[in-house]
């Protein structure tokens, strides 16, 4: 892990830097020195482009160090940008720092909505530097998915090798405290419009989430859900069997798109109603 990326995870750095953001933002400061920040990476050449499809974004804060890892990520990213059309509601779950947020963004264009639920807070911050810097818009929320109502602590770990890893638990230590919810819930609570497309990449909380989606699932006449499935998924009390087997319950056809191998396995699957 690079000391840069450990500085940027430090929660005393989040801290800092959420206040002087406040405080440009209320000098009305805040999207020039944004601007200024993406003109000096990209003169020095730290502005990750990527192009998929009809669409293509620029990264200033950028999670997937391996280029083999992103190799999978577009391919999942060109299947969602060729499914969705102009006006699709589509939630990007564990956005990180955007790399689906910004793209799908684009291809749904100012007549779709894209709601982003990234908990950990600097990644929140990337997430929305990136979404300043493509001049696409995204409701960006903070609270962790899953199948109940509570307080939980997430624990974020960064490996240069192998991405980002995150845990919500309830385990007391050092993290940072999150609202754990529903998704049936929060829809309704906050009136968010019913998604048409859903990524999950949750680090092994996928069959979580999905349970805590299961009204709006079981629901909906026409959905996408693309899921990234982990090895970590028993340690969320689930199995990758279980993933399956909800799904075809609530009559979603599963078909796998993708594997990836790293320090453990990776699969990506798309459920279709």
């Known amino acids: 892990m690079s000391q840069n990326i450990a500085s940027r995870a430090n929660p005393i750095y989040t801290a800092i830097r959420k206040s002087i953001l406040r405080t440009l933002k209320v000098l009305g400061l805040d999207h020039s020195v944004r601007k200024i920040r993406h003109s000096y990476k990209k003169m020095a050449g730290e502005v990750v482009q990527i192009s998929i499809g009809r669409v293509q974004a620029e990264y200033v804060d950028y999670t997937l160090l391996n280029e083999e890892l992103l190799k999978t990520e577009k391919k999942i990213i060109d299947d969602i940008v060729d499914s969705v059309k102009e006006g699709d509601v589509f ?52 609270e962790a998915l899953s199948d109940e109502e509570k307080k939980g602590v997430i624990n974020y770990s960064l490996k240069t090798k192998s991405g980002e890893v995150v845990n919500v638990n309830d385990d007391k230590g050092h993290g940072n405290i999150v609202n754990i919810v529903r998704g049936d819930t ?29 009204k709006i699932l079981s629901d909906v006449d026409n959905c996408m859900v693309y899921i990234e499935l982990h090895d970590e998924i028993s340690n969320f009390g689930g199995s990758k069997s279980e993933v399956l ?25 798309k459920a279709t109603k």
């Open 91 to 142: 939630y990007d779950i564990g956005a990180d720092a955007g790399l689906y947020t910004c793209l799908v963004s684009k291809a749904v264009s100012d007549q779709g909505t894209v709601v982003a639920f990234e908990p950990h807070p600097t990644r929140k911050l990337q997430l929305i530097d990136n979404l300043h810097i493509n001049n696409v818009s995204a409701e960006v929320r903070t």
């Open 245 to 269: 087997e909800f799904l075809r319950d609530i009559n979603y056809e599963v078909e796998l798109l993708e594997t990836r191998e790293t320090s453990s396995t990776q699969e990506f699957l």
């Open 186 to 214: 929060i829809v309704e609570k906050e009136k968010l419009p019913t998604p048409d497309v859903i990524k999950i990449d949750v680090e092994g909380a996928e069959l979580r989430v999905l349970k805590g989606f299961r």
